[in-house]
């Protein structure tokens, strides 16, 4: 079944890439506070755990757990919000930026050779098939 052997490929794609990318972050850095780090140096604007935890498809507890340790390293800032009490909000300090792009710096290697075979034209064509894909699943319950 065509569905079932593009999963099996996305899997194990997905395996092999977070091994690879693991390997070779900053010590003490995990893909977890390296992905929660370049989302919040792109958006450029604060976001509250909840937001953060809904983006990446994870428990509250789970990104709580992340932002604890980025704090913790002086990665994020986080604070009370001054609307509601009851919520807090990140946002990534110079710190965190340093150690995005130190990670961005030791994975753009592996990301590169990694794909240096497959071509620009054929990975620009795949992106909107993944795209496409991502969204279908995200639309799903």
């Not at 994975?107 to 098939?129: F, Q, T, Y």
């Amino acid at each position: 079944m065509l569905a079932v052997a593009l999963f099996s490929e996305i899997f194990m794609a997905d395996q092999l890439a977070r091994n690879r990318l693991s390997r070779v972050l900053p010590r003490g850095m995990e893909l977890s506070h390296f992905s929660v780090l370049n989302h919040l140096a792109n958006i450029g604007e604060e976001r509250s755990p909840a937001q953060l935890a809904q983006v990446f498809h994870v428990t509250r507890g789970a990104m709580t757990n992340t932002l604890n340790k980025l704090e913790w390293a002086g990665h994020v800032h986080i604070r009370p919000d001054w609307d509601d009490a009851r919520r807090k909000m990140v946002a990534i300090s110079p710190s965190g930026r340093a150690a995005r792009d130190a990670a961005l710096q030791a994975i753009a290697p592996v990301l590169a050779e990694a794909v240096a075979d497959i071509g620009h034209d054929r990975l620009r064509a795949a992106l909107p098939v993944l795209r496409l894909l991502r969204q279908k699943l995200e639309g799903s319950p």
